[in-house]
């Protein structure tokens, strides 16, 4: 159950490479010129005022392809796991209310707080951490990205957070947050690793998180629809992490590290023979190609964010979870 991947979900590739391999800084010192390489050097991604103007943009940008389910409107404001999400929740409500959202409701955040590190060359990335009209008390974490001065800022994940669940995280003496290591050795699990052992851990359990809604909940649940009177349900699950869908992590005060990731999953519904598949609500069927006969396969993109404690420090704990359907196929 393999999918192509859209221009637009890998299109900063290539780009990305090509700007690390030339950014540079000159300086001179006594004894002639030195070269200073800027993908080495650790620069703040962004500034409050730039953070603050990026969650801006994409909030107006948001609303205006929310109103009009139209997701050109937002397209270069939002990328990665999150593109994924809001471009195939924006294509069903087009299918299914060609006129626009006549219910749409504007999001408007408040409270809001950026934690910005300091890295080496690109990407760049930071976090916003604020309140939202909607979503009860917990807290929006969405991260913004771009790869070149030239580029919009994007975000790339959202989530929701319970207020006591936010970690505190380290940062120097300027106020800049630090950047983990995809593959840092100091966790629980390396960033770059957590997509594939989550996905492991669904399918075969484990001790490698702790017990939660996203990780053990999860699984009991499936467990528990697997087989219904003349229904099975298949799940199949996959690890994302390159591209606009790798891994980022910030270090806690701990030692530990926040880190944001994506997962890709299918769920195939199968009827016995006689039987038939519950009929989908409006919107699985505005992604639904085929026909349903005995049969349906729904795929999701989904983005995690979880506390990944210092090696030796305990499970990792899945903190927030935002799941779409992006397609779906019937046979």
């Not at 399918?203 to 229904?231: I, Q």
Request: hydrophobic share 35%; proline share 6%.
């Amino acid at each position: 159950m393999s999918r192509d991947r859209s221009p637009r979900r890998l299109r900063r590739l290539d780009r990305r490479a090509l700007i690390a391999a030339s950014v540079t800084a000159l300086s001179l010192t006594a004894s002639g010129c030195l070269v200073v390489h800027g993908e080495r050097e650790l620069i703040p991604a962004a500034t409050q005022a730039e953070a603050a103007e990026a969650l801006k943009d994409f909030t107006a940008a948001y609303n205006a392809a929310d109103k009009a389910y139209d997701s050109s409107l937002d397209a270069d404001r939002v990328t990665g796991a999150l593109g994924d999400i809001d471009e195939a929740r924006l294509k069903a409500g087009r299918a299914n209310n060609p006129d626009g959202n006549t219910g749409h409701s504007p999001l408007a955040f408040t409270d809001a707080e950026f934690t910005i590190p300091k890295k080496p060359g690109w990407p760049r990335w930071f976090l916003a951490d604020a309140k939202a009209n909607r979503g009860g008390d917990s807290r929006w974490l969405l991260v913004f990205t771009r790869d070149g001065l030239e580029d919009p800022w994007e975000a790339a994940y959202l989530t929701l957070v319970a207020p006591d669940d936010m970690p505190e995280f380290k940062k120097d003496k300027d106020g800049w947050a630090e950047a983990v290591d995809p593959n840092s050795t100091e966790l629980a699990v390396a960033p770059d690793d957590l997509s594939k052992v989550y996905t492991a851990y669904l399918k075969d359990g484990g001790e490698t998180f702790a017990d939660g809604s996203h990780t053990s909940g999860w699984r009991e649940k499936r467990a528990k629809n697997a087989e219904r009177p003349g229904l099975v349900t298949q799940y199949i699950d996959e690890p994302l992490t390159e591209g606009d869908y790798r891994p980022l992590a910030l270090r806690t005060a701990d030692g530990g590290a926040l880190v944001f990731f994506t997962t890709h999953h299918y769920q195939k519904q199968t009827a016995a023979p006689g039987a038939a598949v519950p009929t989908p609500n409006k919107d699985v069927l505005a992604l639904t190609t085929g026909e349903i006969k005995q049969s349906l396969t729904m795929e999701f993109i989904s983005n995690e964010v979880a506390l990944d404690p210092a090696g030796g420090a305990g499970g990792v704990s899945v903190l927030g979870r935002i799941e779409g359907l992006t397609g779906a196929k019937g046979e």
